[in-house]
């Protein structure tokens, strides 16, 4: 009984043999009455043409006669072994070899002489013959035998092999292994392995989709805790510098009694608090992918004129210089809304962080299939580890000077999500002149 924890070349190797072997046998049992049919008359057919001769010559003679030819024909043929009978009782003569316990034995051919007389003929060697043929069978079939059973082990190796290279390949699957492929096989069992190998590299695929997402998740999650916890901050504390001044108005505690001084105070801190929550809407909006852009034709020139006039007057008070080197007839594929906003943003951004007396200078150009809008500050200089944060959400470098500039620490935040959506590349690099901030738009 094959076990169940035999190998699968096992099984395939005993059922093949099994097989074979039945075969053969059911072959033997059909053309063994054949066979021995076609012995039979092989050894007649072969008795009758070594006695023609001597039948020819007893045939029609007395019985003196025949003694006399019988002696003379086997003085001459001494290997031969016969006897003749008379009516089939008397014993009229027979060859010394032909002795009277020989009669069961060989094979014997009786041969009619005619007025009663009959000639045995008498093969010994038939028997022998019939001992080497059976012999030479049974080595035959051993050999056909050997010959099944080393066809079956190597069709079961040929049959098993891809299979059970397939069974190890699936076990380093489940351990999300690098498996190579089989070798190429054009039947059943390749198209098998190769399906299996495109399931398992598809698995892998979406795997890596699935862990990309869920660490992206991981770092919505993350951002969204640091937003909310910022946010939060950054309400907070307005809030509670209202709350003194308006209690100390209450209280007529000291300057506090000038009520229409310290209530334009909480005006400004209440706009403040407006602003902020405004640029978190427009944050939440953004993510929650409200606000979907219209590409359009956008002039950059008169998009950057537009937004200009509203940061020059700050510029002009900090003593700050703007310069523009965009041509009128340059354009590219934008929300024309959304790239005004990002301007505007980085422009503030741009004046906010100038030094007095400093250069903001803006400029286009045609970067490989792409229309790049830069600004720069010059005579600024950021650490490395800051740049990649003042992307983030309320960051500032300087929270005390930050806060008393109106600034909430959402403006470049804005324009990266911005961006984002938009689908554009941008950077925020450190040059040897100061920052540079760039933006690369689709052209016509």
């Known amino acids: 009984m094959i076990t169940r924890n035999r190998g699968i070349f096992f099984k395939v190797f005993i059922y093949t043999t099994v097989f074979l072997i039945a075969i053969v046998s059911v072959t033997i049992a059909l053309f063994y009455q054949q066979f021995t049919e076609f012995f039979h008359t092989a050894q007649v057919q072969q008795l009758q043409r070594d006695y023609q001769s001597l039948y020819e010559a007893l045939h029609g003679m007395d019985g003196f006669q025949m003694i006399d030819t019988a002696r003379n024909f086997f003085e001459h043929n001494q290997s031969f072994a016969f006897r003749i009978m008379e009516e089939g009782e008397r014993v009229l003569f027979h060859t010394p070899n032909f002795a009277p316990e020989m009669v069961n034995e060989g094979f014997r051919l009786f041969m009619n002489l005619g007025e009663g007389y009959t000639l045995i003929a008498h093969s010994p060697t038939a028997t022998q013959a019939g001992a080497g043929i059976l012999t030479t069978s049974l ?88 937003f909310f916890s910022a946010a939060s901050h950054e309400l907070k504390t307005p809030i509670a510098a209202a709350s003194v001044l308006l209690e100390g108005m209450l209280e007529n505690i000291g300057d506090y009694k000038d009520h229409p001084k310290y209530l334009r105070e909480c005006v400004k801190l209440m706009d403040a608090q407006n602003k902020i929550i405004s640029e978190i809407f427009e944050l939440v909006n953004l993510y929650d992918e409200k606000i979907i852009p219209v590409p359009k034709e956008v002039n950059v020139h008169e998009a950057v004129m537009s937004v200009l006039p509203n940061h020059k007057t700050l510029a002009d008070a900090n003593g700050q210089y703007i310069t523009m080197d965009i041509p009128k007839d340059h354009f590219c594929i934008a929300d024309n809304e959304m790239l005004k906003k990002v301007l505007s943003n980085v422009i503030l951004n741009a004046v906010q962080n100038t030094p007095t007396g400093g250069e903001i200078k803006i400029w286009s150009e045609a970067v490989s299939d792409q229309y790049r809008i830069s600004v720069i500050n010059t005579g600024v200089t950021i650490e490395k580890d800051v740049l990649s944060k003042l992307f983030d959400p309320f960051y500032r470098e300087d929270k005390a000077r930050s806060r ?27 040059t040897e002149n100061g920052v540079l901030f760039w933006m690369d738009m689709p052209t016509i």
């Open 139 to 226: 080595v035959a079939f051993v050999a056909v035998m050997l010959i099944a059973i080393s066809a079956a082990a190597i069709f079961a190796r040929q049959m098993t092999s891809p299979i059970k290279r397939l069974a190890d390949d699936t076990k380093q699957m489940a351990n999300l292994q690098d498996v190579p492929p089989q070798p190429k096989r054009n039947d059943e069992i390749g198209n098998l392995a190769r399906d299996v190998h495109s399931m398992y590299e598809k698995l892998k695929e979406t795997i890596s989709k699935l862990e990309d997402e869920i660490l992206r998740v991981r770092e919505m999650e993350e951002s969204q805790r640091y």
């Open 404 to 430: 008393k500039t109106g600034r909430s620490g959402l403006g470049l935040t804005i324009v990266k999500k911005t961006l984002d959506v938009m689908g554009a590349d941008f950077a925020l690099e450190q």
